[in-house]
C-alpha cells in the first residue's frame, strides 16, 4: 500500500481558492491512479476529482466541474487539488485516495490506500 499524507487545508471567505497538496510514500506511485474525496458532517464521503497514473485523463464530480482542478507530479510523488470559487458548501474533510490501477474512479471502494484527510472551511 502507499501511504498518503493531505496538507494545504484551512479556512477561507466564499469565492476564494485553496490547494491541497498529498504526498505519497511506500511503494510506486506512478502506479497509482488517485482520487479526492470530501465528507462533510453528518453526509456521506463523497467523490471530488480523479486522474488517472499518467495524469492525462482526469474526471470531477458535477459540483465541482469547472472550479477545481486535479493534477499530478509523478516526479514529487504528489496529487493535488486546486481549488477556486470556493461555496460554503465546499466546506468538509478533504481525503486523498490512491488505487492500484491505470484509471481512477468516482466510488470510494475502488481505493485501497487513504490519507487522514484535511480540513477545508469555506465562510459565507
Known amino acids: 500500500q502507499v501511504q498518503l499524507a493531505e496538507s494545504g487545508g484551512g479556512l477561507v471567505q466564499a469565492g476564494g481558492s485553496l490547494r491541497l497538496s498529498c504526498e505519497a510514500s511506500?511503494?510506486?506511485?506512478?502506479?497509482?491512479?488517485m482520487g479526492w474525496f470530501r465528507q462533510a458532517p453528518g453526509k456521506e464521503r463523497e467523490f471530488v476529482a480523479a486522474?488517472?497514473?499518467?495524469?492525462?485523463?482526469?474526471s470531477y464530480a458535477d459540483s465541482v466541474k469547472g472550479r477545481f482542478t486535479i493534477s499530478r507530479d509523478n516526479a514529487k510523488n504528489k496529487v493535488y487539488l486546486l481549488m477556486n470559487s470556493l461555496k460554503p458548501e465546499d466546506t468538509a474533510v478533504y481525503y486523498c485516495a490512491g488505487r492500484l490501477s491505470l484509471a481512477g474512479s468516482v466510488k470510494s471502494d475502488d481505493y485501497s490506500s487513504w490519507g487522514q484527510g484535511t480540513q477545508v472551511t469555506v465562510s459565507s
Open positions: 486522474i488517472n497514473r499518467n495524469g492525462y485523463l482526469t
Open positions: 511506500g511503494r510506486t506511485f506512478t502506479g497509482y491512479a
